[in-house]
Every structure is written in C-alpha cells, then in structure tokens.
C-alpha cells in the first residue's frame, strides 16, 4: 500500500486548497477511503470519509460545509477541496484506506498552513 498527499500550502484565512492522494499496491475502487488531519500538538483526527463509489459521504462537524471528499477511481485519485480555510485548519493533511491493514503506514501527508 502505497499513499501520497499533495497539493498543501500557505493560504490565507478564507482562501482554498485541494488535497490530492495518489494511492498505489491495492484495489482503490473496493476500498472506503478517509483524509485524516493532525494539528500541532494534537492526536490525528478523522474527517472525511467517502464510500467506494464516491455517493456517500460524512464529514466532521467543524469542517462540514466547507470541505468535500471526492475520489477519481480511473485514476486511483482521493481529493480534499477545502474551502473558507481558518486558522484551526491549520494541520498535516493525511489520506487512509479503510479498513486498514495492520502493516499499511502513513503517507507523507501534506502541510497545510492557514495565516494572514
């Protein structure tokens, strides 16, 4: 299993960013996939998750209605739009299969910092 974020960067409060995961070593399209985000001094939190077909969908309160999970499974692609990006949003951005097998590592993840 092989994950790779993209796609982060300095934004400034209100400004958007869209996340890419390219995964490889595994059937993207038979897996539910998730962005998971870790903060400074924080544990990794969950989300967003997308179901195998990219119809369903849930979302963490604090970035519902701002955030949106897609998933290109041509391309073997998991995407992150974020938009009206605040402070708090602040994070390395993580993409995960689910389930996850007990030996799949974290990606690199990507940086995101939101500041004026």
């Known amino acids: 299993v092989h994950l790779v974020e993209s796609g982060g960067g300095l934004v400034l409060p209100g400004g958007s960013l869209t996340l890419s995961c390219s995964a490889s070593?595994?059937?993207?399209?038979?897996?539910?996939m998730t962005w998971y985000r870790q903060a400074p001094g924080k544990e990794r939190e969950l989300i967003a998750t997308l179901d195998k077909t990219g119809e369903s969908w849930n979302y963490l309160d604090s970035v519902r209605g701002r955030f949106t999970i897609s998933r290109d499974n041509a391309k073997n692609t998991l995407y992150l739009q974020m938009n009206d990006l605040k402070a708090e949003d602040t994070a390395v951005y993580f993409c995960r299969r689910w389930p996850a097998s007990e030996d799949d590592n974290w990606g690199p993840g990507t940086q995101v910092t939101v500041s004026s």
């Open positions: 070593g595994f059937t993207f399209s038979s897996y539910v």
